[in-house]
Protein backbone atom coordinates (compact mmCIF):
# COMPACT_ATOMS: atom_id res chain seq x y z
CA UNK A 1 0.00 0.00 0.00
CA UNK A 2 2.68 2.38 0.23
CA UNK A 3 4.69 1.47 -2.44
CA UNK A 4 1.38 2.44 -4.22
CA UNK A 5 1.79 6.13 -2.27
CA UNK A 6 5.16 6.51 -2.88
CA UNK A 7 4.31 6.21 -6.64
CA UNK A 8 1.19 8.07 -6.48
CA UNK A 9 3.67 11.27 -4.92
CA UNK A 10 6.02 10.62 -7.22
CA UNK A 11 3.58 11.58 -9.80
CA UNK A 12 1.67 13.90 -7.85
CA UNK A 13 4.93 15.91 -8.23
CA UNK A 14 4.93 15.81 -11.66
CA UNK A 15 1.40 16.88 -11.96
CA UNK A 16 1.84 19.60 -9.51
CA UNK A 17 4.56 21.18 -11.93
CA UNK A 18 2.09 21.36 -14.60
CA UNK A 19 -0.83 19.48 -16.50
CA UNK A 20 0.05 16.42 -18.47
CA UNK A 21 -2.22 14.17 -20.82
CA UNK A 22 -3.79 10.61 -20.37
CA UNK A 23 -2.38 10.80 -17.04
CA UNK A 24 -20.26 -12.31 1.20
CA UNK A 25 -23.18 -12.54 0.72
CA UNK A 26 -23.38 -15.57 2.94
CA UNK A 27 -25.36 -18.81 1.56
CA UNK A 28 -26.99 -19.34 4.83
CA UNK A 29 -29.84 -17.78 5.92
CA UNK A 30 -28.69 -14.80 8.93
CA UNK A 31 -29.78 -11.41 10.06
CA UNK A 32 -29.87 -8.60 7.57
CA UNK A 33 -26.95 -5.80 8.17
CA UNK A 34 -28.32 -2.87 9.48
CA UNK A 35 -29.15 -0.33 7.32
CA UNK A 36 -26.45 2.54 6.31
CA UNK A 37 -26.22 6.07 4.74
CA UNK A 38 -24.77 5.73 1.59
CA UNK A 39 -22.49 7.47 -0.44
CA UNK A 40 -22.91 9.49 -3.82
CA UNK A 41 -24.31 7.31 -6.48
CA UNK A 42 -23.19 8.80 -9.21
CA UNK A 43 -24.04 9.14 -12.75
CA UNK A 44 -23.05 5.79 -14.74
CA UNK A 45 -20.84 7.06 -17.63
CA UNK A 46 -20.31 10.48 -18.87
CA UNK A 47 -17.90 11.35 -21.90
CA UNK A 48 -14.65 12.66 -20.96
CA UNK A 49 -14.82 16.83 -21.31
CA UNK A 50 -11.62 17.59 -20.63
CA UNK A 51 -7.67 16.74 -21.92
CA UNK A 52 -5.49 17.31 -18.83
CA UNK A 53 -5.62 16.92 -15.29
CA UNK A 54 -3.88 19.04 -12.69
CA UNK A 55 -3.19 20.09 -8.84
CA UNK A 56 -2.87 22.98 -6.72
CA UNK A 57 -2.69 23.98 -3.52
CA UNK A 58 -5.16 26.67 -2.71
CA UNK A 59 -6.06 27.78 1.36
CA UNK A 60 -8.06 25.30 1.82
CA UNK A 61 -6.33 22.13 1.08
CA UNK A 62 -5.19 20.39 -2.44
CA UNK A 63 -7.91 21.36 -5.59
CA UNK A 64 -8.17 19.21 -8.46
CA UNK A 65 -8.53 21.19 -12.23
CA UNK A 66 -9.90 19.84 -15.34
CA UNK A 67 -8.18 21.75 -18.16
CA UNK A 68 -8.51 25.53 -16.50
CA UNK A 69 -11.55 24.43 -14.32
CA UNK A 70 -11.52 23.53 -10.97
CA UNK A 71 -14.07 19.93 -9.62
CA UNK A 72 -16.80 21.09 -7.75
CA UNK A 73 -18.99 18.34 -5.51
CA UNK A 74 -22.18 17.37 -6.45
CA UNK A 75 -23.81 20.39 -3.92
CA UNK A 76 -21.23 22.37 -6.43
CA UNK A 77 -18.43 22.71 -3.31
CA UNK A 78 -14.95 23.29 -4.16
CA UNK A 79 -13.52 19.92 -4.64
CA UNK A 80 -10.54 20.11 -1.70
CA UNK A 81 -9.08 17.56 -0.11
CA UNK A 82 -7.04 17.94 2.85
CA UNK A 83 -3.63 16.08 1.57
CA UNK A 84 -0.90 15.92 -1.09
CA UNK A 85 -1.60 12.11 -1.42
CA UNK A 86 -5.40 12.01 -1.87
CA UNK A 87 -5.19 14.47 -4.15
CA UNK A 88 -2.86 12.51 -6.78
CA UNK A 89 -4.51 9.37 -6.19
CA UNK A 90 -8.10 11.00 -6.91
CA UNK A 91 -6.15 13.21 -10.10
CA UNK A 92 -4.79 9.71 -11.08
CA UNK A 93 -8.35 8.72 -11.21
CA UNK A 94 -9.46 11.33 -13.60
CA UNK A 95 -6.30 11.19 -15.86
CA UNK A 96 -6.94 7.17 -16.13
CA UNK A 97 -10.55 7.78 -17.68
CA UNK A 98 -10.98 7.10 -21.82
CA UNK A 99 -13.17 8.54 -24.11
CA UNK A 100 -15.87 7.23 -21.49
CA UNK A 101 -15.78 8.61 -17.62
CA UNK A 102 -16.88 5.65 -15.90
CA UNK A 103 -17.88 7.32 -12.10
CA UNK A 104 -18.66 3.83 -11.29
CA UNK A 105 -14.66 3.36 -10.68
CA UNK A 106 -13.76 6.16 -9.24
CA UNK A 107 -14.30 5.43 -5.57
CA UNK A 108 -11.60 7.73 -4.00
CA UNK A 109 -13.53 10.94 -5.71
CA UNK A 110 -16.81 9.22 -4.61
CA UNK A 111 -15.66 8.97 -0.77
CA UNK A 112 -14.60 12.66 -1.40
CA UNK A 113 -17.94 14.05 -2.71
CA UNK A 114 -19.16 12.15 0.49
CA UNK A 115 -16.61 13.66 3.03
CA UNK A 116 -17.19 17.33 1.82
CA UNK A 117 -21.40 17.24 1.38
CA UNK A 118 -22.05 15.01 4.04
CA UNK A 119 -25.11 14.31 2.12
CA UNK A 120 -26.84 12.86 5.07
CA UNK A 121 -25.49 14.92 7.79
CA UNK A 122 -24.17 13.16 10.66
CA UNK A 123 -21.53 13.87 13.31
CA UNK A 124 -18.49 12.27 13.93
CA UNK A 125 -20.18 10.15 16.90
CA UNK A 126 -22.88 8.88 14.34
CA UNK A 127 -20.68 7.65 11.66
CA UNK A 128 -18.67 5.81 14.50
CA UNK A 129 -21.90 3.89 15.69
CA UNK A 130 -23.08 3.44 12.11
CA UNK A 131 -19.79 1.20 11.96
CA UNK A 132 -20.16 0.11 15.15
CA UNK A 133 -23.76 -1.54 14.46
CA UNK A 134 -21.58 -4.07 12.49
CA UNK A 135 -20.73 -5.81 15.21
CA UNK A 136 -23.81 -7.14 16.07
CA UNK A 137 -23.80 -8.64 12.73
CA UNK A 138 -20.20 -9.65 12.04
CA UNK A 139 -19.22 -11.51 9.00
CA UNK A 140 -16.64 -13.93 11.15
CA UNK A 141 -18.98 -14.16 14.37
CA UNK A 142 -21.49 -16.25 12.37
CA UNK A 143 -20.92 -19.94 12.24
CA UNK A 144 -22.01 -22.92 10.83
CA UNK A 145 -22.91 -26.03 12.33
CA UNK A 146 -22.69 -28.38 9.49
CA UNK A 147 -21.03 -29.72 7.05
CA UNK A 148 -17.96 -29.97 9.07
CA UNK A 149 -15.71 -29.29 6.51
CA UNK A 150 -17.22 -25.77 6.43
CA UNK A 151 -17.10 -26.04 10.55
CA UNK A 152 -13.35 -26.35 10.45
CA UNK A 153 -12.93 -23.99 7.46
CA UNK A 154 -14.54 -21.05 9.36
CA UNK A 155 -12.67 -22.00 12.43
CA UNK A 156 -9.37 -21.93 10.65
CA UNK A 157 -9.90 -19.08 8.95
CA UNK A 158 -11.46 -16.82 11.00
CA UNK A 159 -9.91 -17.67 15.09
CA UNK A 160 -6.81 -15.77 14.12
CA UNK A 161 -8.49 -13.03 13.08
CA UNK A 162 -10.43 -12.65 16.24
CA UNK A 163 -7.90 -13.58 18.37
CA UNK A 164 -5.88 -10.81 16.48
CA UNK A 165 -8.15 -8.43 17.33
CA UNK A 166 -9.07 -9.73 21.33
CA UNK A 167 -5.06 -8.93 21.91
CA UNK A 168 -4.89 -6.12 19.59
CA UNK A 169 -7.77 -3.99 21.60
CA UNK A 170 -7.76 -5.93 24.91
CA UNK A 171 -11.49 -6.95 23.77
CA UNK A 172 -13.84 -9.33 23.78
CA UNK A 173 -15.41 -10.90 20.59
CA UNK A 174 -17.17 -14.38 20.14
CA UNK A 175 -18.34 -16.33 17.92
CA UNK A 176 -21.85 -18.39 17.93
CA UNK A 177 -23.98 -20.65 15.66
CA UNK A 178 -27.22 -19.14 16.85
CA UNK A 179 -29.47 -16.85 14.45
CA UNK A 180 -29.21 -13.93 16.93
CA UNK A 181 -25.16 -13.92 17.15
CA UNK A 182 -22.34 -13.50 19.49
CA UNK A 183 -23.34 -11.05 22.51
CA UNK A 184 -21.09 -7.77 22.45
CA UNK A 185 -20.10 -6.53 25.60
CA UNK A 186 -20.13 -3.08 26.85
CA UNK A 187 -16.82 -2.42 27.30
CA UNK A 188 -16.14 -4.02 23.64
CA UNK A 189 -17.98 -1.53 22.12
CA UNK A 190 -16.52 1.21 24.39
CA UNK A 191 -13.03 0.43 23.61
CA UNK A 192 -13.71 0.22 19.77
CA UNK A 193 -15.51 3.65 19.87
CA UNK A 194 -12.45 5.14 21.51
CA UNK A 195 -10.34 3.62 19.32
CA UNK A 196 -12.18 4.77 15.92
CA UNK A 197 -12.84 8.59 17.64
CA UNK A 198 -9.40 8.95 17.30
CA UNK A 199 -9.59 8.85 13.60
CA UNK A 200 -10.71 12.40 11.82
CA UNK A 201 -14.02 12.47 9.65
CA UNK A 202 -12.67 12.03 6.37
CA UNK A 203 -10.84 8.64 7.63
CA UNK A 204 -14.13 7.63 9.72
CA UNK A 205 -16.05 8.06 6.01
CA UNK A 206 -13.87 5.35 4.81
CA UNK A 207 -13.57 2.82 7.76
CA UNK A 208 -17.43 2.79 7.09
CA UNK A 209 -16.90 2.54 3.73
CA UNK A 210 -15.02 -0.87 4.07
CA UNK A 211 -17.08 -2.40 6.77
CA UNK A 212 -20.00 -2.09 4.35
CA UNK A 213 -18.11 -3.61 2.04
CA UNK A 214 -16.89 -6.75 4.22
CA UNK A 215 -19.90 -7.20 6.49
CA UNK A 216 -17.38 -7.00 9.27
CA UNK A 217 -15.45 -4.79 11.85
CA UNK A 218 -12.65 -6.99 12.47
CA UNK A 219 -11.92 -7.46 9.00
CA UNK A 220 -12.32 -3.89 8.72
CA UNK A 221 -9.82 -3.64 11.73
CA UNK A 222 -7.39 -5.95 10.35
CA UNK A 223 -7.43 -4.49 7.13
CA UNK A 224 -6.98 -0.77 8.66
CA UNK A 225 -4.42 -2.15 11.11
CA UNK A 226 -2.03 -3.62 8.11
CA UNK A 227 -2.74 -7.10 9.51
CA UNK A 228 -4.62 -8.45 6.20
CA UNK A 229 -4.12 -7.67 2.76
CA UNK A 230 -7.06 -6.31 0.72
CA UNK A 231 -6.92 -9.80 -0.79
CA UNK A 232 -6.92 -11.60 2.39
CA UNK A 233 -10.12 -9.02 3.92
CA UNK A 234 -12.19 -10.14 0.84
CA UNK A 235 -11.76 -13.91 0.61
CA UNK A 236 -12.38 -14.19 4.37
CA UNK A 237 -15.76 -12.06 4.14
CA UNK A 238 -16.88 -14.35 1.05
CA UNK A 239 -15.47 -17.55 2.82
CA UNK A 240 -18.98 -19.25 2.90
CA UNK A 241 -19.37 -18.28 -1.02
CA UNK A 242 -15.68 -19.16 -1.94
CA UNK A 243 -16.41 -22.52 -0.40
CA UNK A 244 -19.64 -23.29 -2.41
CA UNK A 245 -17.85 -22.14 -5.24
CA UNK A 246 -15.43 -24.92 -4.77
CA UNK A 247 -18.04 -27.53 -4.36
CA UNK A 248 -20.62 -26.48 -6.98
CA UNK A 249 -18.61 -24.57 -9.78
CA UNK A 250 -18.03 -20.82 -10.62
CA UNK A 251 -20.12 -18.63 -12.99
CA UNK A 252 -17.14 -16.97 -14.75
CA UNK A 253 -18.83 -14.13 -15.88
CA UNK A 254 -20.65 -13.57 -11.93
CA UNK A 255 -18.73 -14.31 -9.53
CA UNK A 256 -15.54 -13.00 -11.11
CA UNK A 257 -16.95 -9.41 -11.48
CA UNK A 258 -18.13 -9.62 -8.10
CA UNK A 259 -15.08 -10.26 -6.64
CA UNK A 260 -12.79 -8.10 -8.85
CA UNK A 261 -15.20 -5.24 -7.58
CA UNK A 262 -15.33 -5.96 -3.92
CA UNK A 263 -11.40 -6.04 -3.83
CA UNK A 264 -11.64 -2.71 -6.04
CA UNK A 265 -13.72 -0.79 -3.34
CA UNK A 266 -12.07 -2.05 -0.53
CA UNK A 267 -8.95 -1.18 -1.52
CA UNK A 268 -10.18 2.32 -2.56
CA UNK A 269 -11.70 2.42 0.92
CA UNK A 270 -8.30 1.51 2.63
CA UNK A 271 -6.36 3.87 1.14
CA UNK A 272 -8.54 6.52 1.49
CA UNK A 273 -8.47 5.61 5.06
CA UNK A 274 -4.63 6.04 5.06
CA UNK A 275 -4.47 8.66 2.74
CA UNK A 276 -6.96 11.34 5.20
CA UNK A 277 -4.68 10.14 8.02
CA UNK A 278 -1.70 10.92 6.32
CA UNK A 279 -1.58 14.51 6.64
CA UNK A 280 -1.50 15.03 10.38
CA UNK A 281 0.84 12.30 10.64
CA UNK A 282 3.66 13.61 8.14
CA UNK A 283 3.22 17.16 10.35
CA UNK A 284 3.33 15.33 13.41
CA UNK A 285 6.38 14.11 12.62
CA UNK A 286 8.42 16.72 11.29
CA UNK A 287 7.52 18.85 14.50
CA UNK A 288 9.46 16.11 16.11
CA UNK A 289 12.04 16.59 13.81
Known amino acids: MWRTCLRLRDEGRRLLNGPRRGLIASVRPGPTPPPQARAYAPPTERKRFYQNVGITQGEGGFEINLDHRKLKTPQAKL ?48 LIRAALKFLD ?39 STSITGPSVPARTREVLTSHLASYNMWALQGIEFVVTQLKSMVLTLGLID ?64
Open 226 to 289: LRLSVEQAVLLSRLEEEYQIQKWGNIEWAHDYELQELRARTAAGALFVHLCSESSTVKHRLLQE
Open 79 to 126: FTVPSEALAIAVATEWDSQQDTIKFYTMHLTTLCNTSLDNPTQRNKDQ
Open 137 to 175: TDTVCYRVEEPQTLVELQKNEWDPIIEWAKERYGVEIGS
